[in-house]
């Protein structure tokens, strides 16, 4: 858990805000906010959130410029997986220490289902209003961006050994790559969504499983591992260990940001999409201060940074991707988006299947 505190700019003039050297006018994360008013704002937020680079963005570039303009609040950044900040919810019900939760997949269900995040009153979120109406589907959450899984590969191990990129998912199960590629486990948002592609690759209805198991079980024999967390996986890619790899695109452009070759490639059978969402946890402590974080991260500059630091495709319109980053955002039309709902009611027979099919 993390604490950072912004010191409280009461005096301080709107000149001499945007001269302060953050630079986070420059960036456009503050701008749409100068002037605008919000009444009754607590003065702290307490934000569940993954750890890494979604963190350090949220603490280093984008806090501090929403905290600027609520006369300083301060962040406490619950860091943990999102299973484990759920398991939080379940245990405090009724008397939470969180007031936001960001979500994936079918975790966003499960908590919308039992209770623990409240329903939304999107009148008083009006960036968040900007959000397609068909993409607001859910009452308790809000996406917040779009990402897509697909196939990594290390560029310079490729070149090295003569190899052509990948192209196709079943690319995982060529024997030249026996013990040098692997995939998240069933633990992982990313693999449950890619089944329902994989099951309609090999030709059979997105939510018959059997062939895809079928499938996966016979992996079993190529991969270096089935992994249960990423940190482990990104030990083997960093290694040389992992020459081929199934993630997501972000990780992809988090790699290339620190210099490591790693290429993104959407296969010739589509990569597969789901959100990161957001919701307000149900009797949240700060729920004025709740509500003004959920409204300020669909403004133009946040959503912008997401897509550049992230990987999050924006959610709302009129955010440019730059050339640069279009490997990491592929067309929609490559991209398939399985019914995340549905899967969260068939995972406890996924999961079993998985540990008995796949690493029994």
Same mark, same amino acid.
């Given at each position: ?82 299973? $484990? ?28 289902? $039992? ?204 955010? $440019? ?40």
């Amino acid at each position: 858990m993390t604490k950072i505190t912004t010191s409280r700019p009461a005096a301080m003039s709107r000149r001499r805000l945007m001269q302060t050297g953050s630079g986070l006018f420059a960036l456009g994360l503050a701008a749409p906010w100068v002037g605008r008013a919000h009444a009754a704002v607590e003065n702290e937020l307490i934000f569940a959130g993954t750890g890494g680079i979604t963190q350090k963005l949220i603490e280093q570039e984008i806090f501090p410029a929403f905290a600027a303009n609520h006369g300083g609040l301060r962040l406490t950044y619950v860091s943990s997986p999102t299973s $484990e900040n759920v398991a939080k919810l379940r245990t405090q019900r009724g008397t939470p220490s969180i007031d936001v939760i960001w979500l994936a997949g079918a975790q966003t269900y499960q908590v919308a289902d $039992e209770g623990l995040v409240a329903e939304l009153d999107i009148g008083r979120m009006p960036n968040a209003q900007n959000i397609p109406a068909e993409r607001r589907t859910e009452s308790r959450s809000l996406p917040l961006g779009n990402t897509t899984a697909g196939l990594l590969y290390n560029e310079r191990i490729f070149k090295e050994k003569g190899l052509q990129p990948p192209t196709s998912w079943f690319d995982m199960w060529d024997p030249k790559y026996r013990a040098h590629t692997g995939m998240l486990n069933i633990g992982s948002t990313s693999t449950v969504a890619t089944l329902p592609l994989l099951a309609k690759a090999l030709g059979s209805d997105p939510y018959d499983f059997d062939a895809a198991f079928a499938k996966l079980g016979k992996l079993r024999a190529n991969v270096y591992d089935f992994f249960t967390a990423s940190g482990p996986m990104d030990t083997m890619v960093q290694s040389g260990d992992l020459w081929m790899w199934s993630h997501i695109a972000a990780r992809a452009m988090q790699y290339q940001n620190s210099g490591f070759p790693a290429r993104f490639v959407t296969p010739k059978e589509g990569a597969v999409g789901y959100s990161a969402s957001l919701g307000i946890v149900k009797n949240a402590p700060h729920i004025n201060a709740a509500y003004a974080w959920l409204d300020y991260l669909y403004t133009p500059g946040v959503q912008q940074k997401l897509a550049e630091v992230i990987g999050y495709t924006p959610v709302v319109p009129g955010i $440019e991707i730059a050339e640069a980053l279009r490997e990491f955002h592929p067309a929609p039309d490559k991209i398939f988006i399985p019914d995340m709902r549905r899967m969260q009611t068939l995972l406890p027979d996924l999961v079993q299947r998985w540990n008995r099919e796949v690493e029994g």
